[in-house]
């Protein structure tokens, strides 16, 4: 083939359906006007890249074609584009614009396909959680990372940096990773965009492993419509672009340029079409494919197969050849897939690479080949004269080869086409110019690997972690000091001795640990196991997490056992707390709400069975306030704790119940100064009173709280199951009444629950009428307390605080006031001023010159649960012109868990509206974690209860790591509620919680008062 036009094509890949297919159209465009084509690339396979930064062929070609892009494995370095600007030839990029220089671009919009992808899988079916997976290795990707984001802002949503999987290619094993990783975070999304169909593919087919459904679980959309997209399972949703449209009208359009024709526009934008098929929810039916053009796919993917295996064992036997000897032969590395070549390296003399000098070279057909020692300037390698006579299915490739210290220089081919050219990684050439850098630097590839093994020999000694080797042979096992110290913690010592060792093991993971060892040594599983290892003394023992792996003979049986032993003690007492915080009141350790009510229809199915019956019983302290707000927090903590004991032990007491009930009976706490019990095996109303008095004679005893006697009294309501109520909520109400009589009868009492008892007492309809009347007159005002952001020590919220300054009784505090507001239904009223005060304040802080802040409103149980909930916060934001990202509505977890469903679709809509959700009073009521788990929640609030005494009490402190681990484990904003002292926010900071609330800061602050402290504590 004879040329009068020279080409160069800068591209980083020469396979796969992308560069694969764009290769070849040019190649075939250059053939047909009789142009060649250079494809010059840079070596891909370092550890360290740098771009590309080489001037080769600046001077010798016509017009140049780029598909190197910045984000590119080794990007077009900005001297080399300004080189082969200032030779006025004409230069077009494919796939992306060029701003450093003067140049023409073929593109397709990719935000905007992108944007429009992602915004199907938002309006069209409801996601608000969508991942993306893909590389920045091109800049369309990057551009498809943008568009993502874009539809994200368009529609309200938060981008969220978690929901972000980056890969290091844009092939299938990109997307096995990404899903890899997913799995190990945890899966917090019910859709993925990513920007590659292969990238898609790769994730789909690992996730449809790991039992996850596409698109029942998972909905996903790709981009490239691949010829495979639609044969995949499920088929799936992505952007069309042609590649051969790329090529073809990128040569045109340098073509036309290097004929003296100028374009009329600096870009070219190519079409893209969105393809909807199955994988993203979409009904789609799949065009069933003729059983011949089946077979005949198989039969050519057998044939790919046959032939990369085939190329495997050239390209072994070319390495060897090539490296037998001392000397690396390039001939012997490509002589079977190239009929000439040359090596070319810089020269060693000069600092600065310039000129490059030939070393090697061959031809097969008996061209001419450079002479060896040749030196040539970069900006003219190769000269045309060296480029042998080519047939139309051969090319020309500069390979740009170096190690992860230097440049080497260059490799230059003249070869035919692969084959196998649209299947990504298969060219077998880049992997033999990858082992002729290897080759040329085995020598120091050999000192590096002796270093390596010095540092492995340094970490042995220094790893925090017991390595252990086993020679089974000897049958001798040899430990480093980290282990001996880990087991001497406990009193133990090592020996040699495997079943000396094996000894030690606690004895109910003695069987499960033997069988796993047997498992490996016999089929080769994965040795990676958890145990106890039992210490000198009663009680002492350590957790240990093993892992090993065995160095085995010709003939695949295990000589030796090599691995690691890492304490995780720490870990598994971290679990357990956990597990014991979401079934448990953290401060007394008694059962929470939810284990209470898994107990009671246990034992309501028991007294069904044998005929017996059951006693609630509610108590409320009558004095916790004021000993708390005398004394402190710390001393009604204790008072609590005293209390807590005090009522098991009278329940369990053999006498307290009928025989054989006691080991069923059950005392819990519901929050603040309130606690439920649970009696069993009861037949007669009589035996509750006698357990109730009993209770209350107890109180008469003092507590001894601080070193004082402290006397506290308390007020019982009880009711009976099945004579008063068959339901629990029905049966603790019932109580509620009866303990409201207790104490309208003086406190200090206990009352059974009858029908009489269901009126209100005297005072509480005074206190009930006062409500409506401050409702009229306008009494409640609203107090602000700051929250913290810990990392920037800057206010970034506020909570808003309800204060009833009534005419009739003075300032009185919600917690005298909101339980009888929420049973009157006065609670809805109240808290939808509360909503409207708040955010009209925050609108107003705004207006004043307030940077936006996040405004914190509590929100009932009673107003949860209203039907036009959501329309009525929509409306207040609407009234008020407060963005929703600006409102955080607060709940309790036992606002939310009387209509679990019915809450989380409420909550889950004003999410997807934007505003955000937080959970108050983390860990005091139901179970947080299912909380966590059924609601779209952004913020974990901790109980003060949890903060008061971290500092001073190992288990709180514990406590509060263990939450705040768990918090950020799900991608959850963490708030420290009730933060009064430095060594807690020093705590709190370690831990990485993300704000705090409390005296520390601030009290509660009328707005004005507030407004001022924010701006001081800002501005400092």
């Given at each position: 083939m004879t040329?009068?036009t020279?080409?160069?094509?800068?591209?980083?890949?020469?396979?796969g359906?992308?560069?694969g297919?764009?290769?070849?159209?040019?190649?075939?465009?250059a053939?047909k006007?009789g142009?060649?084509?250079?494809?010059?690339l840079?070596n891909a396979?370092?550890?360290?890249?740098t771009?590309?930064?080489?001037?080769v062929g600046?001077e010798s070609?016509?017009?140049?074609?780029?598909?190197?892009n910045?984000?590119s494995?080794?990007?077009a370095n900005?001297?080399?584009l300004r080189?082969?600007a200032?030779t006025g030839?004409?230069?077009?990029?494919?796939?992306y614009?060029?701003?450093?220089?003067?140049?023409h671009?073929?593109v397709?919009?990719?935000?905007?396909a992108t944007?429009?992808a992602?915004l199907?899988?938002?309006r069209?079916h409801?996601h608000r959680?969508i991942?993306?997976?893909g590389?920045m290795?091109?800049?369309?990707?990057?551009e498809?990372f943008e568009?993502?984001?874009?539809?994200?802002?368009?529609?309200?949503?938060?981008?969220?940096?978690t929901?972000?999987y980056?890969t290091s290619?844009?092939?299938r094993?990109?997307?096995?990773?990404?899903?890899?990783?997913?799995?190990a975070?945890g899966?917090d999304?019910?859709a993925?965009f990513?920007s590659?169909?292969?990238?898609a593919i790769?994730?789909?087919?690992?996730?449809?492993?790991?039992?996850?459904?596409i698109?029942e679980?998972i909905a996903v959309?790709?981009?490239?419509d691949?010829p495979s997209a639609?044969?995949?399972?499920?088929?799936l949703?992505t952007v069309r672009?042609?590649f051969?449209?790329?090529?073809?009208?990128?040569?045109?359009?340098?073509?036309?340029?290097?004929?003296g024709k100028?374009p009329?526009?600096s870009?070219?934008?190519?079409?893209?079409?969105?393809?909807v098929?199955?994988?993203?929810g979409?009904?789609?039916?799949t065009q069933?494919?003729p059983?011949?053009e089946?077979?005949?796919?198989?039969a050519?993917?057998?044939?790919?197969?046959?032939?990369?295996?085939?190329?495997h064992?050239?390209?072994?036997?070319?390495?060897?050849a090539a490296?037998?000897?001392?000397?690396?032969?390039l001939?012997?590395?490509?002589?079977e897939?190239?009929?000439?070549?040359?090596l070319?390296?810089?020269?060693?003399?000069?600092?600065?690479h310039k000129?490059?000098i030939i070393k090697?070279?061959?031809?097969?057909?008996?061209d001419?080949v450079?002479?060896?020692?040749?030196?040539i300037?970069m900006?003219?390698?190769?000269?045309?004269?060296?480029?042998p006579?080519?047939?139309d299915?051969?090319?020309?490739?500069i390979?740009?080869?170096?190690?992860d210290?230097e440049?080497?220089?260059?490799?230059?081919?003249?070869?035919?086409?692969?084959?196998?050219?649209?299947i990504?990684?298969?060219?077998?050439?880049r992997?033999?110019?990858?082992?002729?850098?290897?080759?040329?630097?085995?020598?120091?590839l050999f000192h590096?690997?002796q270093s390596?093994a010095?540092?492995l020999e340094?970490?042995?000694?220094?790893?925090?972690?017991?390595?252990?080797?086993w020679?089974?042979a000897?049958g001798?096992?040899h430990?480093n000091i980290?282990?001996h110290?880990m087991?001497n913690?406990?009193g133990?010592?090592?020996t040699?001795?495997?079943?000396?060792?094996?000894?030690?093991?606690?004895p109910?993971?003695y069987d499960?640990?033997?069988?796993?060892?047997?498992d490996?040594l016999e089929?080769?599983a994965?040795?990676?196991?958890?145990?106890r290892?039992?210490?000198?003394?009663e009680?002492?023992q350590l957790?240990?997490f093993a892992?090993g792996?065995?160095?085995?003979?010709?003939?695949?049986?295990s000589?030796?056992i090599?691995g690691s032993?890492?304490n995780?003690?720490?870990k598994?007492?971290?679990?357990?707390?956990?597990?014991?915080?979401?079934f448990?009141?953290?401060?007394?350790?008694?059962p929470n709400?939810?284990l209470f009510?898994?107990?009671f229809?246990?034992c309501?199915?028991?007294?069904?069975r044998?005929?017996?019956k059951l006693g609630?019983?509610?108590?409320?302290?009558?004095?916790?306030k004021v000993?708390?707000?005398?004394?402190?927090h710390?001393a009604g903590d204790e008072?609590l704790?005293?209390?807590a004991d005090?009522?098991?032990?009278?329940?369990?007491?053999s006498d307290s119940?009928?025989?054989?009930?006691?080991?069923r009976s059950?005392?819990?706490?519901?929050?603040?100064?309130?606690?439920i019990?649970l009696?069993t095996?009861?037949?007669?109303?009589a035996?509750?009173?006698?357990?109730?008095d009993?209770?209350?004679?107890?109180?008469?005893?003092p507590?001894?709280?601080?070193g004082?006697?402290m006397?506290?009294?308390a007020?019982?309501g009880?009711?009976?199951?099945?004579d008063?109520?068959d339901?629990?909520?029905?049966?603790i109400?019932?109580?509620?009444?009866?303990?409201?009589?207790?104490?309208?009868?003086?406190k200090n009492?206990?009352?059974l629950?009858?029908?009489?008892?269901h009126?209100?007492t005297i005072?509480?309809?005074?206190?009930?009428n006062q409500?409506?009347?401050?409702?009229?007159?306008r009494?409640f005002?609203?107090h602000?307390?700051?929250?913290?952001k810990l990392?920037?020590d800057?206010?970034?919220?506020?909570?808003?605080l309800?204060?009833w300054?009534?005419s009739?009784?003075?300032?009185?505090?919600?917690?005298?006031f909101i339980p009888l507001a929420?049973?009157?239904g006065?609670i809805t009223?109240?808290?939808?001023?509360v909503l409207?005060e708040?955010?009209s304040?925050?609108k107003?802080w705004i207006d004043?010159?307030l940077?936006?802040m996040?405004?914190?409103?509590n929100i009932?149980?009673s107003?949860?649960h209203?039907?036009d909930?959501v329309?009525?916060?929509?409306?207040?934001?609407?009234e008020?012109?407060?963005?929703p990202?600006?409102?955080c509505?607060?709940?309790t977890e036992?606002?939310?868990?009387?209509n679990?469903?019915?809450s989380?679709?409420k909550?889950?809509?004003?999410?997807e509206f934007?505003v955000r959700?937080?959970?108050?009073?983390?860990?005091?009521g139901?179970?947080?974690l299912?909380?966590l788990?059924?609601?779209?929640?952004?913020?974990v609030?901790?109980?003060?209860s949890?903060?008061c005494?971290?500092?001073?009490d190992?288990?709180?402190g514990?406590?509060?790591?263990?939450?705040?681990?768990m918090?950020h484990s799900?991608?959850?904003w963490?708030?420290?509620?009730g933060?009064?002292?430095?060594?807690q926010?020093?705590?709190?900071?370690e831990?990485?919680?993300n704000?705090?609330?409390g005296?520390?800061v601030?009290?509660?602050?009328?707005?004005e008062e507030?407004l001022?402290?924010?701006?001081?504590?800002?501005g400092?």
């Amino acid at each position: 083939m004879t040329t009068s036009t020279r080409i160069n094509l800068l591209i980083p890949y020469l396979d796969g359906e992308y560069y694969g297919t764009i290769f070849t159209i040019l190649h075939s465009e250059a053939n047909k006007r009789g142009a060649a084509l250079i494809a010059i690339l840079a070596n891909a396979g370092v550890e360290n890249p740098t771009s590309f930064h080489y001037h080769v062929g600046a001077e010798s070609a016509d017009g140049w074609l780029i598909m190197m892009n910045p984000q590119s494995v080794l990007p077009a370095n900005l001297g080399f584009l300004r080189t082969i600007a200032s030779t006025g030839k004409p230069i077009v990029t494919i796939g992306y614009r060029e701003q450093a220089i003067a140049s023409h671009s073929i593109v397709i919009d990719n935000r905007q396909a992108t944007k429009e992808a992602v915004l199907h899988l938002i309006r069209e079916h409801g996601h608000r959680r969508i991942a993306f997976v893909g590389s920045m290795e091109h800049v369309d990707l990057v551009e498809r990372f943008e568009g993502y984001k874009e539809a994200l802002f368009e529609s309200g949503i938060i981008y969220d940096e978690t929901l972000y999987y980056r890969t290091s290619d844009s092939i299938r094993l990109g997307g096995t990773a990404a899903a890899k990783s997913m799995l190990a975070k945890g899966i917090d999304f019910t859709a993925v965009f990513a920007s590659t169909d292969l990238n898609a593919i790769g994730m789909i087919e690992t996730l449809q492993q790991a039992g996850y459904r596409i698109p029942e679980d998972i909905a996903v959309v790709g981009f490239d419509d691949l010829p495979s997209a639609e044969a995949f399972h499920p088929p799936l949703t992505t952007v069309r672009q042609s590649f051969s449209s790329f090529a073809e009208a990128g040569f045109e359009l340098l073509y036309q340029q290097i004929m003296g024709k100028k374009p009329r526009e600096s870009v070219t934008y190519l079409p893209t079409e969105f393809i909807v098929r199955a994988s993203c929810g979409c009904p789609y039916r799949t065009q069933g494919q003729p059983i011949t053009e089946i077979h005949n796919k198989l039969a050519k993917a057998q044939t790919n197969i046959d032939l990369i295996v085939q190329r495997h064992y050239q390209l072994a036997s070319n390495w060897v050849a090539a490296t037998r000897k001392d000397k690396f032969h390039l001939s012997n590395m490509f002589r079977e897939v190239s009929k000439w070549g040359c090596l070319a390296l810089w020269d060693p003399s000069e600092k600065e690479h310039k000129h490059l000098i030939i070393k090697q070279a061959f031809s097969n057909d008996g061209d001419p080949v450079p002479p060896i020692g040749y030196r040539i300037p970069m900006e003219r390698f190769p000269p045309a004269e060296w480029i042998p006579k080519m047939e139309d299915h051969e090319y020309v490739r500069i390979q740009a080869i170096r190690t992860d210290k230097e440049d080497l220089g260059f490799v230059m081919i003249v070869a035919p086409i692969d084959k196998l050219v649209l299947i990504s990684g298969a060219d077998i050439n880049r992997i033999s110019f990858l082992i002729t850098v290897a080759a040329l630097e085995r020598d120091r590839l050999f000192h590096q690997v002796q270093s390596i093994a010095e540092q492995l020999e340094i970490v042995s000694r220094t790893t925090n972690d017991g390595i252990w080797d086993w020679d089974l042979a000897a049958g001798r096992i040899h430990w480093n000091i980290r282990s001996h110290d880990m087991l001497n913690s406990i009193g133990e010592t090592l020996t040699g001795e495997p079943e000396a060792f094996f000894r030690l093991i606690h004895p109910e993971d003695y069987d499960a640990v033997m069988d796993k060892f047997r498992d490996h040594l016999e089929n080769g599983a994965s040795l990676k196991l958890e145990f106890r290892i039992r210490g000198r003394h009663e009680g002492q023992q350590l957790w240990v997490f093993a892992a090993g792996d065995s160095i085995r003979d010709e003939n695949g049986r295990s000589v030796r056992i090599i691995g690691s032993l890492t304490n995780i003690t720490e870990k598994k007492l971290a679990e357990k707390q956990i597990t014991h915080l979401a079934f448990h009141d953290v401060l007394t350790g008694l059962p929470n709400r939810k284990l209470f009510q898994d107990r009671f229809h246990l034992c309501k199915e028991q007294a069904n069975r044998y005929g017996y019956k059951l006693g609630v019983l509610l108590i409320d302290l009558d004095r916790f306030k004021v000993i708390n707000d005398t004394m402190g927090h710390q001393a009604g903590d204790e008072l609590l704790k005293q209390v807590a004991d005090m009522l098991d032990g009278v329940v369990r007491s053999s006498d307290s119940v009928a025989r054989g009930g006691s080991e069923r009976s059950t005392v819990a706490r519901f929050g603040g100064d309130e606690f439920i019990v649970l009696l069993t095996h009861i037949h007669h109303a009589a035996d509750l009173q006698r357990i109730g008095d009993r209770i209350i004679r107890k109180f008469k005893e003092p507590f001894l709280i601080q070193g004082i006697e402290m006397f506290t009294t308390a007020s019982m309501g009880i009711s009976m199951y099945p004579d008063d109520a068959d339901q629990l909520d029905a049966l603790i109400r019932s109580a509620d009444i009866a303990m409201y009589k207790a104490k309208e009868n003086g406190k200090n009492r206990s009352e059974l629950y009858n029908s009489h008892t269901h009126s209100l007492t005297i005072e509480r309809f005074s206190m009930e009428n006062q409500l409506r009347k401050g409702l009229e007159r306008r009494e409640f005002v609203l107090h602000y307390q700051p929250q913290v952001k810990l990392n920037e020590d800057k206010i970034y919220g506020v909570e808003a605080l309800i204060r009833w300054n009534s005419s009739d009784r003075g300032w009185i505090y919600p917690t005298e006031f909101i339980p009888l507001a929420e049973e009157t239904g006065w609670i809805t009223e109240i808290g939808q001023w509360v909503l409207r005060e708040a955010c009209s304040q925050m609108k107003s802080w705004i207006d004043q010159g307030l940077p936006g802040m996040v405004m914190s409103v509590n929100i009932s149980a009673s107003q949860l649960h209203q039907k036009d909930f959501v329309d009525l916060v929509k409306t207040a934001l609407a009234e008020t012109r407060l963005p929703p990202g600006l409102l955080c509505l607060e709940i309790t977890e036992s606002t939310a868990i009387k209509n679990l469903e019915v809450s989380s679709d409420k909550l889950r809509e004003l999410s997807e509206f934007g505003v955000r959700i937080a959970i108050d009073d983390f860990g005091t009521g139901y179970s947080s974690l299912s909380m966590l788990k059924h609601l779209p929640i952004q913020n974990v609030k901790i109980d003060r209860s949890f903060i008061c005494d971290m500092v001073n009490d190992a288990d709180d402190g514990a406590i509060v790591r263990a939450v705040i681990a768990m918090a950020h484990s799900l991608g959850l904003w963490v708030t420290a509620e009730g933060v009064e002292t430095e060594d807690q926010i020093r705590i709190l900071s370690e831990e990485k919680c993300n704000a705090i609330q409390g005296f520390i800061v601030s009290r509660p602050l009328p707005a004005e008062e507030c407004l001022l402290h924010i701006r001081n504590y800002n501005g400092r």
